[in-house]
């Protein structure tokens, strides 16, 4: 009997951990637009520079919270290209409401999600960016679930830029804790992760633990993910995302200040 209870006790304050970044932000709904997605914002958030301000080649990767509820879980993200000299920006995504999920075209590249303003997670400029862009394409066709989706654990929109990450070496961006979908590994148990440098071991999605350079430890439970990084001075809560002082990946200096300022002002 006291077995009984200690498992169910263990079991209890497991689940009321992984569940308290997700409602303290459902307490704190006004963070989100919980309107219609059709007149849901979809504006440019002036994060990244124009064409104008920036001639060389330009790689982003964004990630915004989810529509509606899922907010209160996860991330959408997505990578934003610019060619060197080029006149517009192109969009790397996966959306759930196609046949084909896979998109790659023109657009703004850090426009709001349905809502939820748009954090710039990394940002590679110059010669790397010209590298990356010539590799992308490429990439994106070899994607394993062009025609899959699946919210939770995956495959999704996390799921596609995470894969895309860990086939182009010069990308070595970590993702936020809670892009649920990150971890999803199909059929696959073990990887690299996608910031490089470490290894994490995944069930399905739904079970896994990692340990990274840029990403520090995660412990992933049903898809929530909490752990520290020691490299970013910062802890991951489920929901909630990393609090951290330092930003492990790649960001000019000018960007990481822009990034810092509007977290900052979306707090406030």
Same mark, same amino acid.
């Given at each position: 009997m006291k077995t009984i209870k200690r498992c169910f006790f263990g079991f209890t304050l497991t689940l009321a951990l992984l569940l308290a970044g997700p409602l303290l932000l459902a307490a704190c709904a006004g963070f989100q $637009?919980?309107?219609?997605?059709?007149?849901? $914002?979809?504006?440019?958030?002036?994060?990244?520079?124009?064409?104008?301000?920036e001639a060389g080649a330009v790689v982003q990767v964004y990630g915004a919270r989810a529509y509606?509820?899922?907010?209160?879980?996860?991330?959408?993200?997505?990578i934003s290209t610019k060619e060197a000299n080029a006149s517009r920006y192109y969009v790397h995504e996966v959306t759930g409401w196609r046949h084909y999920v896979v998109q790659s075209r023109p657009?703004?590249? $850090?426009?709001?999600?349905?809502?939820a303003r748009p954090q710039l997670i990394a940002d590679i400029r110059g010669e790397q960016a010209e590298r990356i862009i010539r590799q992308l394409?490429?990439?994106?066709?070899?994607?394993?679930?062009?025609?899959e989706y699946e919210a939770w654990p995956g495959?999704?929109?996390n799921t596609f830029v995470a894969w895309v990450i860990r086939q182009i070496p010069e990308m070595n961006v970590a993702l936020p804790n809670h892009a649920i979908g990150k971890d999803y590994l199909g059929n696959g148990v073990l990887s690299e992760v996608p910031g490089g440098s470490g290894y994490q071991l995944s069930l399905g999605g739904y079970f896994g633990v990692l340990a990274g350079v840029r990403e520090g430890f995660e412990l992933n439970i049903l898809g929530l993910s909490l752990g520290?990084?020691?490299?970013?001075?910062?802890?991951?809560?489920?929901?909630?995302?990393?609090l951290a002082l330092r930003n492990t990946n790649p960001m000019p200096d000018a960007a990481a200040s822009r990034?810092?300022?509007? $977290?900052?002002?979306?707090?406030?």
């Open positions: $637009d919980s309107g219609s997605w059709r007149t849901a $914002d979809r504006s440019s958030a002036g994060i990244a520079p124009t064409p104008e301000q509606n509820w899922r907010g209160y879980f996860s991330l959408h993200t997505w657009d703004n590249p $850090d426009r709001a999600w349905y809502g394409a490429g990439v994106i066709e070899e994607y394993p679930y062009p025609t495959p999704n929109s520290i990084n020691p490299l970013g001075l910062g802890i991951k809560l489920p929901g909630i995302g990393e990034s810092e300022l509007g $977290d900052a002002e979306t707090a406030l």
